[in-house]
């Protein structure tokens, strides 16, 4: 609130400075008082704070090693990549298996005259799909068409291009797919089945002006089109053993394995090899360790408290030192933790040496941080991996034991950690509120000093004036006699 001031006109006292003094006093140790509680509040809700992103990220690794599949899952190679993939679809057994691809499945392709364009007018083209199947060799073959459905497309007036054909045959969605090549000197219809596989030949019958695009391979095609691609199944060789199939993703030839053909290379014999992959395991479980110790580390240096060596130190103090919130929840998670490496240490078959670290492969150490072998983990991951799944996983399994643990803490409705922080909070806001209340009080109080002192420096310039009658007049009264 704004306020006119001055300092005193007629005793010449100075108000101003007294006010200022006086304000001074009054507001300095309670603005002191509610500073420290504010830096207090904020400090810890700042702990707090990085507590609970700690605390969260060893969470997601808990929840990361409850998985089954960590402990079963397998790997695949394929001795050479660029002719199929593999990746393991199901649970298959280790082992390694023998691939030849002979062809792969494609689906059929024609293509307009590569020298003449041709004609384009009003008409209808009929689709027919089906497979074509050829018997005999060299000059007795004999390719026959055998149809399973068919599609008529229309081009109406006016529409006399190849693009209007292409899009008149795009925009049906029939099973079939148009665009245009230019070679270089015209413009080259192809037509391509979406489909792969032997059934999804087909044969075209048109009729007006698309008469010209009437395609049949089975009596030997047309001088407006040609064949590009046959309609094929993929084919290969698995053990030893043939087998065709519609498409180039083939997930039923070896048990578990998806096969991902690229390339066809008759002659040339692929490895396939599945081996247990226990990587995302030991990923799993050294993250875990890695998190478990960041977060005990936070939790003791915010807790920690160092003496002074000599006069001339100060002790030093972590901002949570003597907080009970945070000695239970390092008690929890200790507590929880030990019961889990108790269990895995008795899945890996070892027992504690006197250190507590160097047989066990996984032990918490005196530091209170954990120590991992993973040479031994590497062990027990390949010889007990299933003891180790039924253990850590599942819903009474190590890791939702632990998550437990931390959800008792960090729940958004009924955590310690969240309760915590709202109240500091809470307590935040009421400093706020006893601020703006100790400024209004200041203001009133300021009011009331300046109220006074100009009552005081009214009635000191009237003394002052009485003062100086009574001096004049005795000065008068000397001087007459």
């Known amino acids: 609130?704004?306020?006119?001031?001055?300092?005193?006109?007629?005793?010449?006292?100075?108000?101003?400075?007294?006010?200022?003094?006086?304000?001074?006093?009054?507001?300095t140790v309670p603005e002191k008082l509610i500073a420290a509680k504010e830096t207090s509040a904020q400090t810890k809700l700042s702990a707090y704070g990085q507590i609970t992103s700690a605390l969260n990220a060893f969470k997601s690794s808990m929840a990361t090693l409850n998985n089954a599949s960590l402990f079963t899952s397998m790997k695949t190679t394929v001795s050479d990549s660029s002719v199929m993939t593999a990746t393991a679809s199901g649970t298959p057994k280790a082992g390694s298996y023998s691939v030849e691809v002979l062809q792969m499945a494609q689906g059929q392709r024609v293509?307009?005259?590569?020298?003449?364009?041709?004609?384009?007018?009003?008409?209808?083209?009929t689709f027919n799909f089906g497979t074509y199947e050829t018997t005999g060799t060299g000059d007795d073959a004999v390719t026959t068409f055998t149809g399973t459905s068919s599609q008529t497309i229309t081009l109406p007036e006016g529409k006399t291009s190849l693009s209007d054909l292409r899009d008149a045959i795009n925009s049906a969605g029939i099973g079939v797919t148009a665009s245009i090549v230019n070679n270089g000197k015209i413009d080259q219809?192809?037509?391509?089945?979406?489909?792969?596989?032997?059934?999804?030949?087909?044969?075209?019958?048109?009729?007006?002006?698309?008469?010209?695009?009437?395609?049949?391979?089975?009596t030997g095609g047309t001088s407006t089109l040609s064949t590009l691609d046959a309609a094929q199944d993929a084919k290969l060789k698995v053990g030893g053993i043939e087998i065709s199939?519609?498409?180039n993703v083939i997930d039923d030839a070896i048990e578990g394995l998806t096969l991902n053909l690229l390339d066809s290379k008759p002659g040339t014999t692929l490895r396939v090899s599945v081996s247990n992959d226990r990587e995302a395991a030991k990923t799993a479980i050294t993250d875990m360790v890695t998190k478990y110790n960041e977060a005990m580390t936070l939790l003791q240096n915010l807790t920690s408290y160092t003496p002074a060596e000599s006069d001339d130190e100060e002790a030093v103090s972590?901002?949570?030192v003597g907080d009970g919130t945070t000695r239970n929840l390092m008690r929890a998670l200790r507590s929880t933790m030990s019961e889990g490496i108790s269990g895995l240490g008795k899945i890996l078959g070892m027992s504690l040496d006197d250190d507590g670290k160097a047989s066990l492969g996984i032990a918490?150490?005196?530091?209170?941080?954990?120590?991992?072998?993973?040479?031994?983990l590497d062990t027990a991951l390949a010889n007990s991996s299933a003891d180790l799944s039924s253990f850590l996983t599942g819903t009474s399994g190590f890791a939702s034991r632990m998550q437990t643990t931390l959800n008792g803490y960090l729940d958004s409705t009924t955590g310690v950690l969240t309760a915590r922080t709202k109240s500091l909070d809470n307590q935040i806001d009421d400093l706020a509120d006893q601020r703006t209340k100790l400024e209004a009080r200041m203001e009133i109080l300021e009011t009331r000093y300046r109220a006074q002192f100009t009552a005081m420096d009214s009635t000191l310039a009237s003394l002052?004036?009485?003062?100086?009658y009574i001096t004049q007049l005795m000065n008068s009264l000397s001087s007459s006699s």
């Open 364 to 376: 918490i150490g005196s530091d209170g941080m954990i120590t991992l072998d993973t040479g031994k």
């Open 189 to 218: 219809l192809v037509i391509a089945s979406t489909a792969e596989g032997a059934t999804s030949g087909f044969t075209m019958s048109g009729t007006d002006g698309l008469a010209g695009f009437s395609y049949d391979t089975s």
């Open 464 to 468: 002052n004036t009485s003062s100086s």
């Open 318 to 320: 972590g901002t949570l």
């Open 245 to 247: 199939r519609s498409t």
């Open 111 to 125: 293509v307009s005259n590569a020298t003449t364009a041709p004609t384009v007018a009003a008409g209808t083209l």
């Open 1 to 27: 609130m704004a306020t006119i001031t001055s300092s005193g006109i007629g005793s010449g006292l100075d108000i101003e400075s007294l006010v200022t003094q006086l304000m001074t006093a009054e507001r």
